[in-house]
């Protein structure tokens, strides 16, 4: 090999070790925070919205992890003291699900929507995007105890966050 071929080896070899990964997007991290409904209680995280969200989102094309950080029976104010814990600072995205918990269990609509408030400023502080999911639950999305999301439902939610994920991409993730 001739000097000159050997320096457009090098070269081409040099140029390819850093463009390797120019293009690539970024990992997406997402964690869904809230309680049994988030956690899939009567269908199994396979089913629950983190998972099915999960599934959209790679099929689109996103390198997305979903992790599932809910907890059956627990209220904002739980949500709140396990934020460190469960959302870590690679997370791009929080999805809040702050279910009916605090209703249930006697937590005042003002305590609940101070806990909701907290929750936010403190992920975003961290620069992190957050998806407060709480709109009316419509019967329909409920199993037979009246309080738990069927599959369906799951799968409903998971392609409204994925449709907002997506919309919203470039103010979430530039590089995902």
Known sequence: MTMQHWLRWLSAAVLLALTAGFGQAATLNIVAIGASNTWGWGVGPRYAYPAQLQRILRRRGIDANVANAGIVANTTAGMLSRLSKDVSNSTDIV??????????????????????????????????????????????????????FTIAAHAKIAATLAAKILRDKKDVCGSC
């Open 95 to 148: 999805v809040l699900q702050p279910g009916t918990n605090d209703r249930r269990f006697g937590v005042t609509e003002e305590q609940r929507a101070a806990n909701i408030a907290e929750i936010v400023r403190r992920l975003r502080r961290r620069d992190i995007y957050v998806i407060v999911y709480d709109p009316p639950i419509p019967p329909s999305y409920l199993q037979f105890d009246g309080i738990h």
